[in-house]
């Protein structure tokens, strides 16, 4: 079993694409959505969702992702059933869902994620993906945008996701090397290209060197304001 976890917040432009997308898809999961006390339409277009169980907590993508995987921790039926944490902009690669779970029978298969891209066809989008592909190539730290998935027994072995507000992707994917190597799945995620276009791609390509060279070479922490919200 799969569980997909989406944390949302104020995302009634890009989430309906991604449900769309996700339930075209074949596999055996089960779709979380958890709330962090949305402003905008988010919570009504849940309501609409017949097959999403939606979580409502304070905003913050740790806390809301740990909630929506203690929920499933009450429902799971193996501890190596998988837990698929997915941005509400992004959207999975055909037939993701159906190729994990058929890795759900390889005991050395623990953690991983995809590679990434984002829509559109400007070039210096396409840049920004192939320097975080290079950069979780090396390191096998992976992104929340590059849809990481876990055993539900060791994302409770690690703690879960660390109660930081920024960064929390790095910190768990951290903690997890300890455990295991995360496979780097070669087909690719989508990311909705919007928040990036609207805040300046090349302003956009600076932040991803710097995040690189914080999380490679351990440069001071970056603060919340670096991550501004754009919706």
Sequence with gaps: MIWVIIPAFNEERALPR???????????FRVIVVDGKSTDQTRNLLRQE????????SKGRALQMNAGADYARKYCTSSADWLLFLHADTMLPEGALQHLNHLEKDSTCRAGGFMHQFSGHD???????WLDNFRCVRSRIIYGDQALFVRQGLFEAVGGFPSQ????????????LAHTTPQLLPSSVVTDSRKFVQMGIWR???RVVLIILHVEYGLPTLTPTFFQEIR
């Design 123 to 129: 070039w210096r989008l396409r840049l920004i993906s």
């Design 18 to 28: 991604t449900l769309k997308a996700l339930f075209s898809q074949p596999g055996n």
């Design 204 to 206: 956009s390509l600076a």
């Design 50 to 57: 017949s097959k999403v169980t939606m979580l409502s907590t």
């Design 165 to 176: 507000p920024i960064l929390e992707d790095v910190a768990f994917c951290e903690k997890l």
